[in-house]
């Protein structure tokens, strides 16, 4: 498994992670990833999977790097507090070591969520700070906040078929030394990809190349400086098969073949303000109703 400095920390974390949304298959599954060297995993408060990622890294804490996320509606500085209180408590660990804000909440003041943040990684119940689906401007709000310590990584959504960031957010980040963990790096399902592969360019790269389809995929977005990471399954044939996206690279070529065949999108700002404001509940709702849709009107929606 390939390391990547986190930031400019001096901290390497894998290059790909385990992420745990949706995830219902317990500990054992999620162990095998971490002796696979995925030692990174990806929760939230939200995720209702911060006690079995607790459970998968006893006997191996120090050595592996958990990431969890405070909710929104949690930003004010004493839920915040509590918040993390709890998830250490559900972790079963005295620190975290990346704590992100999971998404931007304009009704509270980003200087009284930073406040609390600065304050846990004073008192080391959080060893590094991050956002999450944060715009630059956000990003460079909540840094402004932060003060001098700095925020260090911004999850986003990023994969072969939604390159929305490449506009101005990743060239921000690079810039700027902030790691961007890439989210739905599998586009939430192979097939979401696939309805945006006419050619079957992932295909003929998976048989040339002696790779899964999904590890093809998965390494497109390590191809990119910066970019960390965190597909998600569950089952160990999946979170074994995601692990051996790391450790090689695509060519240019096949790099210059994926880019030329695979249509992919990069959102406007208008459909990235819709999806960053559909709350929670609605997203897993249009995520069902999506994956029964005829391929089409998929592709159309996505
Ligand atoms: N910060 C945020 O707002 C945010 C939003 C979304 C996600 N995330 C994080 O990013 C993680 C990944 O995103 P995601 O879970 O939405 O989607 P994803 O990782 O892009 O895709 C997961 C889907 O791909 C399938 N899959 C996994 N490995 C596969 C393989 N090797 N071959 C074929 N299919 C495979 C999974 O099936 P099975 O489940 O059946 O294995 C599941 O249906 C989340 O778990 C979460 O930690 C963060």
């Given at each position: 498994?390939?390391?990547?400095?986190?930031?400019?920390?001096?901290?390497?974390?894998?290059?790909?992670?385990?992420?745990?949304?949706?995830?219902?298959?317990?500990?054992?599954?999620?162990?095998?990833?971490?002796?696979?060297?995925?030692?990174?995993?990806?929760?939230?408060?939200?995720?209702?999977?911060?006690?079995?990622?607790?459970?998968?890294?006893?006997?191996?804490?120090e050595?592996?790097f958990?990431?969890?996320?405070?909710?929104?509606?949690?930003?004010?500085?004493?839920?915040?507090?509590?918040?993390?209180?709890?998830?250490?408590?559900?972790?079963?660990?005295?620190?975290?070591?990346?704590?992100?804000?999971?998404?931007?909440?304009?009704?509270?003041p980003?200087?009284?969520?930073?406040?609390?943040?600065?304050?846990?990684?004073?008192?080391?119940?959080?060893?590094?700070?991050?956002?999450?689906?944060?715009?630059?401007?956000?990003?460079?709000?909540?840094?402004?906040?932060?003060?001098?310590?700095?925020?260090?990584?911004?999850?986003?959504?990023?994969?072969?078929?939604?390159?929305?960031?490449?506009?101005?957010?990743?060239?921000?980040?690079?810039?700027?030394?902030?790691?961007?963990?890439?989210?739905?790096?599998?586009?939430?399902?192979?097939?979401?990809?696939?309805?945006?592969?006419?050619?079957?360019v992932?295909?003929?790269?998976?048989?040339?190349?002696?790779?899964?389809?999904?590890?093809?995929?998965i390494?497109?977005?390590?191809?990119?400086?910066?970019?960390?990471?965190?597909?998600?399954?569950?089952?160990?044939?999946?979170?074994l098969?995601n692990?051996?996206?790391?450790?090689?690279?695509?060519?240019?070529?096949?790099?210059?073949?994926?880019?030329a065949?695979?249509q992919?999108?990069?959102?406007s700002?208008?459909?990235?303000?819709?999806?960053?404001?559909?709350?929670?509940?609605?997203q897993?709702?249009?995520?069902?109703?999506?994956?029964?849709?005829?391929?089409?009107?998929?592709?159309?929606?996505?």
């Amino acid at each position: 498994m390939i390391l990547t400095e986190l930031a400019n920390t001096g901290v390497f974390i894998p290059e790909v992670g385990i992420g745990t949304w949706d995830y219902h298959a317990g500990p054992g599954p999620l162990r095998k990833g971490l002796e696979a060297g995925a030692l990174f995993i990806d929760t939230a408060e939200s995720y209702g999977t911060e006690a079995a990622v607790g459970e998968a890294v006893r006997g191996m804490r120090e050595r592996v790097f958990i990431a969890t996320k405070v909710s929104p509606q949690h930003f004010r500085s004493a839920d915040l507090r509590r918040s993390v209180d709890a998830s250490l408590k559900r972790l079963g660990t005295d620190v975290i070591d990346l704590l992100q804000l999971h998404e931007p909440n304009p009704s509270i003041p980003i200087a009284d969520t930073m406040q609390a943040v600065a304050g846990l990684l004073d008192a080391g119940k959080v060893r590094f700070a991050g956002v999450s689906n944060f715009s630059v401007t956000q990003l460079q709000e909540a840094q402004n906040a932060l003060g001098r310590h700095p925020i260090v990584s911004n999850q986003v959504r990023y994969n072969l078929i939604d390159r929305t960031i490449e506009q101005d957010l990743l060239p921000y980040c690079r810039a700027n030394r902030i790691t961007v963990i890439a989210y739905c790096p599998l586009a939430r399902g192979l097939n979401r990809i696939r309805d945006c592969d006419p050619t079957g360019v992932i295909d003929e790269l998976a048989q040339t190349t002696g790779r899964s389809p999904a590890q093809i995929v998965i390494n497109w977005c390590l191809c990119r400086d910066g970019v960390v990471a965190i597909p998600k399954g569950n089952s160990i044939e999946h979170i074994l098969d995601n692990c051996g996206a790391s450790d090689w690279r695509l060519s240019r070529e096949q790099l210059d073949l994926l880019d030329a065949r695979i249509q992919f999108r990069r959102r406007s700002r208008f459909d990235q303000l819709v999806r960053q404001w559909l709350p929670g509940p609605l997203q897993t709702l249009a995520v069902g109703t999506m994956n029964v849709l005829p391929r089409g009107l998929r592709r159309r929606l996505r």
